[in-house]
């Protein structure tokens, strides 16, 4: 069940509205299911509508009117609320819709159980499937109603409505969330023949100036430099920036002025002070780096679900907040088929870097330089540095998705679910050329033959599935390559399935093939290390890292997602 509550000067139109059946064809046989002392007068069921319905809003206004006489009548003295019912539940009852009435007005203090001078409120039903609940704010003692976070306490109790009653349990946030739009800004994005609204297209347009700038001046001034966005930067009397406003060219409201919308309109992590702190931890070290950056990104991403496991809460968010803006960077550098995907993953998994919890986000410092070193960079052409990132970038968003459950953060973890959708549908696209490139240049068949015994000694409870996926040419090459490099091929895949466990790919052989490609691009190590190693691995056997497992306690399921 969703709430919606708003407040009004005119209890008549509100009334009038609620009783409506011609200008609201879905209004049908509108009638009260309960009222503040169940004796309220029902225009829906009187045989004079009219005088009835002037008496229900006089019996309403009442303690309004003697507080108006006394001069401290408040601005907006009604209080509604709207409470409706998922499509799937059954159609309930006027009694039951009677009950969860009371139970919102008790819960939100218009009046509160027991309290003999509550407000005065009544329930209307004038559809199957949903209540509207029209208060008066002055209480019987005429002092104004104690009504504080109302949405939450409603919302709190309609949660437990839902179980007790057996109905569809809604994902609720923690007012992490961004806005959504209003319908007038849906239906302005229609007329103009956009399928995002003009916030949800610069919220994505600031998230991405974001991930690209390595401090608040390029932040700005790749917002200046942005086409069909404007900026209006806000300074202190001292001259530093306060803050920042932005519109689209073309968005004007009626008197044909842009319509601005500042950072924390957008999102509360995209207030200024909020950008300033993760600009500030970035790694500003990207002109020293001799690695390539997409393997620094891979490396750093590889590394969060462990941290999210292990790792304090402030560095987990820390971490989810910085893969967002990697996934913010991606259709950037991607070819253009995959970039749709890559949107969409990118504007699901925004909300699922939210959460009550407050970012440290100098944890993240590696992965957010490695992303902004990629963007300084030619986008790859082989698909292959995208594929591998891409692999790593599921299991961290299978971690998310695991990590907000058990904080019982449920929009975080629908969101991780759908960016999964997503992100496996890129992944999918983007793996089949560099694929098919390293299947071409497969090694001589007494390679692979040797190749194949070491499979089965590294990784015998996957060794047959592995020799049986279509990708195992793909990974007899990278092995070769990595061996001429001077690497153990045996110990390349025993790091590859100890890093990422195979009991559910469906597909091990890629999984081994971009774990392999990765590794062996490090220095092989000399014979001494290689020695050393060998003498550590016989004295501490390794233990395989398993993955999390999900269990969704949300809509909508996720699919097969470690399922190659």
């Known amino acids: 069940m969703i709430a919606k509550i708003s407040s009004g000067k005119s209890t008549a139109g509100l009334i009038r509205y609620l009783y409506d059946t011609k200008k609201a064809k879905d209004h049908t046989d509108p009638h009260l299911v309960a009222s503040w002392d169940g004796f309220a007068p029902d225009p829906g069921r009187a045989d004079d509508f009219a005088a009835t319905k002037k008496l229900l809003v006089a019996d309403l206004d009442l303690h309004v009117k003697q507080t108006e006489r006394l001069g401290r009548a408040p601005e907006q003295h009604v209080w509604h609320c709207s409470i409706r019912a998922a499509e799937s539940d059954r159609h309930l009852s006027d009694e039951e819709w009677a009950d969860i009435a009371r139970r919102v007005v008790a819960a939100t203090g218009i009046a509160p159980e027991g309290d003999p001078d509550g407000c005065r409120w009544v329930a209307v039903r004038h559809a199957p499937d949903h209540i509207h609940i029209a208060a008066t704010k002055v209480r019987s003692d005429l002092r104004t109603a104690r009504h504080w976070n109302d949405y939450l306490t409603a919302d709190r109790e309609l949660a437990a409505i839902e179980k007790e009653y057996g109905l569809h349990q809604v994902v609720r946030g923690d007012r992490t969330a961004a806005k959504r739009p209003t319908r007038a800004e849906q239906e302005k994005a229609k007329r103009t023949g956009h399928d995002r609204t003009a916030r949800e297209r610069l919220r994505t347009t600031v998230r991405t100036a974001v991930a690209a700038a390595t401090n608040t001046e390029e932040f700005i001034r790749l917002l200046q430099h942005t086409d069909g966005v404007l900026i209006d930067v806000k300074h202190f009397p001292s001259g530093d920036v306060r803050g920042y406003t932005v519109a689209l060219e073309g968005d004007t409201n009626g008197k044909q002025e842009p319509i601005w919308y500042s950072g924390s309109e957008l999102s509360p992590d995209l207030s200024f002070p909020k950008i300033r702190q993760r600009l500030d931890a970035t790694d500003q070290q990207q002109g020293q780096r001799r690695t390539n950056p997409w393997h620094q990104a891979t490396a750093a991403a590889e590394r969060i679900p462990h941290r999210l496991d292990h790792g304090d809460d402030a560095a987990a968010q820390a971490h989810l907040a910085a893969f967002g803006e990697a996934l913010d960077a991606l259709p950037l550098l991607a070819p253009t088929g995959v970039r749709p995907q890559l949107r969409q993953a990118a504007e699901e998994f925004e909300r ?20 902004r070193a990629m963007l300084r960079e030619p986008a790859p052409k082989d698909g292959a540095l995208l594929a591998m990132f891409l692999d790593a970038a599921i299991l961290v968003v299978i971690a998310a998705a695991r990590w907000h459950q058990l904080r019982h953060h449920d929009q975080q973890v629908a969101a991780a679910h759908q960016t999964l959708v997503y992100l496996q549908a890129a992944y999918e696209q983007a793996a089949v050329a560099p694929l098919a490139v390293l299947a071409q240049r497969r090694p001589p068949q007494q390679v692979v033959e040797r190749h194949i015994l070491i499979i089965r000694q590294a990784v015998p409870d996957h060794a047959e599935q592995v020799l049986e996926d279509p990708a195992f040419d793909a990974l007899a090459t990278v092995l070769a390559d990595a061996e001429k490099a001077g690497h153990d091929p045996k110990q390349l895949l025993e790091q590859a399935a100890d890093q990422r466990a195979l009991d559910d790919a469906r597909r091990p052989a890629r999984v081994l093939t971009w774990r392999v490609e990765r590794l062996s691009a490090r220095s092989a190590p000399s014979t001494r290390a290689r020695a050393a190693q060998a003498r550590s691995a016989a004295r501490h056997p390794s233990t395989p890292i398993q993955s999390p497992s999900i269990t969704p306690a949300t809509q909508p399921q996720p699919p097969q997602t470690r399922r190659r």
Do not use: K
């Open 352 to 371: 699922a870097t939210r959460s009550r919890i407050q970012a440290e986000h100098q944890h993240a410092r590696a992965l957010r330089g490695a992303v």
